[in-house]
Structure formats: C-alpha cells, structure tokens
C-alpha cells in the first residue's frame, strides 16, 4: 500500500518562497512509470495542479505557474519535493501530493494535504 505524506510550514510570508516535502511510504519513487505529482486547491476553489516529477526524474510544471515552481526529488529519502517562489496571498490553499499511475490521467494515492497560509 502506497502512502504519502505532506510536511512544511504552515505559514509562509508573502514575496518568501512556500517549500513543501512528500514523503513516499509502500514504493519507491524511482520505480515504475509514475508521475509524482502537486496538487492545490485554493479556498472556495476547485483543485489546481501544479505539477509532477517523473520517476526518472523529468520534471513538468502547469504553464501559469511554471516560472514560481519547481520540483525535486530526495531519492535517499523517498521524498519529493515542492518549491514555490515569490508567494502572495492567492497562493493560500490545501497542497496535496499524490501518485499518477500514468494509465490516464487520475491519481490513484493521495497524501492528506497540508494547509498553507500566505500572509504577513
């Protein structure tokens, strides 16, 4: 059984950089042809993705947020992690991250999702 689990701050102050890890429990995230993937949904909003790390290492970000974003992966942790420049207060919301199986488009786990709070 494959888990994940979101960790960082909470609060993130506007213009700092939000900075978010996945830890990966059950499965390897070199292993396979999976999309290690970021997902947000701000309040009152739906889900927004921000974007995935291959197992092998490719990285793809959603194009309105691709100049803020970057992901990356701890291999000698299992971890994959989120980085997002330049915060402001639109960036507040639930980030989740979850496994693409790459058969179509879902997600088939999913962390909890940690709360971030951008303000001053």
């Known amino acids: 059984q494959v888990q994940l689990q979101e960790s960082g701050p909470g609060l993130v102050k506007p213009s700092q950089t939000l900075s978010l890890t996945c830890t990966v429990s059950?499965?390897?995230?070199?292993?396979?042809?999976?999309?290690w993937s970021w997902i947000r949904q701000p309040p009152g909003k739906g889900l927004e993705w921000i974007g995935y790390?291959?197992?092998?290492?490719?990285?793809f970000y959603s194009p309105s947020l691709k100049s803020r974003t970057s992901i990356s992966r701890d291999m000698s942790k299992n971890q994959f992690i989120l980085q997002l420049t330049s915060v402001t207060p639109e960036d507040t919301a639930v980030y989740y991250c979850?496994?693409?199986?790459?058969?179509?488009?879902?997600?088939?786990?999913w962390g909890q999702g940690t709360q971030v709070t951008v303000s001053s």
């Open positions: 059950g499965g390897s995230i070199t292993t396979n042809k999976n999309f």
């Open positions: 790390a291959t197992s092998s290492g490719s990285t």
């Open positions: 979850a496994r693409d199986p790459g058969l179509g488009g879902y997600m088939d786990y």
